[in-house]
């Protein structure tokens, strides 16, 4: 299934080689795309900058869910494409989007815009003291690949700063989660004891200050560790799978932020399945999934795997299923559908967690014709939302290998979903 492809290698499995160990090559500078009929006009955005917080929230759940960076707030929604590229913003009241630059003058096609990113870790786009953060990579020397840094700006896209810079290869990390001031550092790496080699695995709490880092977890064992973190305002929760060969264990943890104690919650082998996804709702009930693959879904209860087949869909019309805020979502293809003549055909099932339906039916891609005709589906980056929409983050690609993402928003109102563009950027 092409169609899903990017996201199913990313996201699902317990693989260890989906997690960066590595700063990813540098994204090519970034131009906009003068084809698109989008608001994502320079000028009107960098004048504009409308974008103004509320409060501080802990880091996006659904982004760290999905290996992307974006938050949103009762205002705004700000993004990094998945593949990098630069800060979005999206102001809901007036409809205005764009890069989030703040820069007069700026036609954000080079990385002296202060919207640039280039290619960052997953999950670290986060908001803390009235400023967007993010893990980026400090390149000193134009030679050398880079080092991670944590950046901060403000949400109008001004005074961005580089506030803390460390050294990937002294330290190593395959993922960094911003949030509320701190980098939650997951790292796994082999080591050897007289020509014994295991791996070890750290997770480490790292103030954004430099002051002294804090370790969670620090093991060793013979098996690749897979670390999925669900964070809330006192409290990180922690599912770590593994393959024991030809069954899985999964572990659940809970790091209390403020006592700075590690709790474990749940322990089970001998799985049938590898369990990397948690979710925890607004009544405080836990499921666990396999990545976003609609097959399996499990609630956590009296320290039991509670089977959760009634949430599934009809799995024969579905082949995803994205924790979101309040809400499931299913996604599959239509009868239409086909790649090689750009015709998507997408369907979904939305519902809350106590099964009612929200809307079930196609999800509409009118704003495809006024893309340029060279732009060929690629693939379906990002899906989430909550009862009042879904947001659709798309890759679409030419000939020579450029790409363009584009982000539409689905209000969900009385059973049927309207499509409105956000914007359209071309990212490498
Ligand atoms: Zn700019």
């Given at each position: 299934m092409l169609f899903f492809l990017i996201l199913i290698l990313c996201i699902s499995?317990?693989?260890?080689?989906?997690?960066?160990t590595e700063p990813v090559p540098e994204v090519p500078a970034v131009s906009g795309d003068n084809n698109t009929q989008t608001n994502t006009d320079a000028s009107a955005t960098a004048e504009q900058s409308p974008i103004v917080l509320l409060k501080e929230q802990p880091l996006d759940n659904r982004a760290v869910y999905l290996n992307g960076n974006f938050i949103e707030t009762e205002d705004s929604l700000y993004s990094i494409p998945f593949f990098g590229g630069l800060i979005m913003g999206w102001?809901?009241?007036?409809h205005i989007g764009g890069p989030?630059?703040?820069?007069?003058?700026?036609?954000?096609?080079?990385?002296?815009?202060?919207a640039y990113v280039g290619s960052v870790p997953k999950s670290s786009l986060s908001l803390y003291q009235n400023r967007l953060y993010w893990v980026g990579v400090v390149k000193t020397d134009p030679q050398t690949r880079g080092v991670p840094g944590v950046y901060s700006m403000n949400p109008?896209?001004?005074?961005?700063?580089?506030e803390l810079n460390w050294d990937y290869y002294q330290e190593g990390i395959n993922n960094a989660y911003l949030n509320q001031g701190f980098v939650y550092a997951v790292h796994q790496k082999e080591e050897v004891d007289q020509a014994d080699p295991f791996l070890r695995l750290t997770v480490r709490m790292i103030p954004i200050d430099g002051t002294d880092s804090v370790t969670i977890l620090d093991r060793t064992g013979r098996e690749s560790v897979k670390v999925m973190p669900f964070f809330e305002e006192k409290s990180v929760w922690f599912v770590l799978s593994s393959r024991q060969g030809e069954t899985f264990s999964a572990q659940l943890l809970c790091w209390d932020?403020?006592?700075?104690e590690l709790q474990e919650v749940l322990s089970k082998e001998g799985?049938?399945?590898?369990?990397d996804s948690i979710w925890k709702t607004e009544d405080g009930t836990i499921f666990l999934k396999n990545g976003v693959t609609n097959d399996h879904l499990f609630q956590l209860q009296d320290g039991e795997l509670l089977p959760?087949?009634?949430?599934?869909?009809n799995q024969e019309k579905y082949d995803m299923l994205y924790f979101s805020n309040g809400i499931l979502i299913a996604s599959g293809v239509g009868p239409n559908h086909n790649m090689k003549e750009d015709v998507i055909d997408t369907i979904v099932l939305v519902r809350k967690?106590?099964?009612?339906?929200l809307y079930e039916g196609p999800v509409s891609m009118n704003f495809q014709a006024d893309l340029n005709s060279k732009w060929h589906y690629h693939a379906l980056c990002a899906l989430f939302g909550d009862e009042n929409g879904l947001y659709y983050e798309y890759e679409w690609e030419d000939e020579n290998g450029h790409a363009l993402t584009t982000m539409v928003y689905y209000t969900l109102a009385g059973g049927t979903l309207r499509e409105e563009l956000m914007w359209a950027i071309q990212t490498r």
């Open positions: 499995g317990c693989g260890y080689q989906g997690e960066a102001d809901k009241t007036n989030l630059c703040g820069r007069p003058e700026c036609l954000h096609n080079n990385d002296q815009c202060n109008d896209g001004t005074d961005r700063r580089l932020t403020e006592k700075r799985l049938s399945l590898c369990l959760r087949e009634d949430l599934l869909p967690w106590d099964g009612t339906v």
